[in-house]
């Protein structure tokens, strides 16, 4: 099949009986009939198979902090090189990168660079990872595993930040390539994933333990608060009690404020007493690191020590207000270690955020 530079063959997926095709990268399941496009708008059927249509493309390129992925324990205070493509396979109403992740415009992709490229531009930008964000990186995953091996070769390390909603073969290819992740537990029913997200509950759940008892990957989980949707604190207590049963004390957990946005616009935002209270629960039920997202809260942004509990890294937003973490990442107060991916030293990238053109760099 001759195929423009921005079409990728897949794997995974299998011919049907009746012509179709079936999309197996998540539990979607898409079947396709030729030329077709599936759920998520970037995985279609061409000439009997399913391709990536939106190979190399991208919406845009910034340097973030790693903590707005949000990522606490790996690699503090240094900069990302964060980009996203087009599509999903959820269909949240409420989604909050809706103009991203709903998109199905191609010029929405307004940038374009290869594997290489993105990796040697990260390095020269001085970033010590890439992110796969603004939309979900399972449905480019073809995409970002190349982009992820051309940075393993460059020293760089890689992020997805996802939904989490993968088939158990795809979601092992995938996190082979990956260093770390933030995983979006969105609620803890599947009356939610399915009413708010057109998805389930269980694949998500799968990824996660996934992640914790069969991968190396490093991985934090995001729960975005909705007033009245997903706050319930009984609903709070069983999500937290799961965690900690499935995927132990170790695991940073953040609740961030919802605000209206998409198809969403009769919610309001989510109060801070309500991240409190959520992250109280989680803490109550053992887990060690929580912490709260979208609203300026320093005390519950920062890390302590699950020991004696002092203080060890300070965090107003993004920018680092301490560091008392002793080589090995330990408590210099009591000895004890923190969990995560430290460096002796954190990063000074701080707040910034920086816009990049791939086209100011050569091919």
Known sequence: MNQPPNVKSTRYWHALEDGRVQCDVCPRACR?????????????????????????????????????????????????????????????????????????????????????????????????????????????????????????????????VTAGYMCTESRGDFYDHMDAANVDLKAFSEDFYRRTCSAALQPVLDTLKYLKHETEVWFEITTLLIPGENDDPEELRAMAAWVMRELGPDVPWHFSAFHPDFKMLDKARTPPATLLMARDIAMAAGIRYVYVGNVHHEAADSTYCHGCGEKLIGRDWYVLTAWKLEPGARCPSCGEPVAGVFEDQPGTWGARRQPVSMRSYAD
């Open 32 to 160: 396709l009939k030729p030329g077709q496009q599936g759920f998520c708008f970037v995985r279609e059927n061409r000439e009997g198979a399913v391709v990536l249509s939106t190979y190399g493309l991208s919406s845009g390129y910034c340097i973030d902090p790693i903590e707005k992925k949000p990522l606490n324990h790996f690699l503090p205070g240094t900069p990302v090189l964060s980009f996203g493509t087009a599509g999903c396979n959820l269909g949240c109403t409420f989604c909050q990168n809706w103009d991203i992740s709903k998109s199905r415009e191609v010029q929405t992709l307004a940038d374009q660079a290869s594997p290489d490229k993105i990796a040697r531009v990260a390095k020269t930008l001085g970033c010590r990872s890439v992110a796969f964000t603004y939309n979900d990186p399972v449905i480019f995953m073809e995409y970002a595993m190349d982009v992820a091996d051309a940075c393993r070769a460059r020293g760089i390390q890689t992020v997805a």
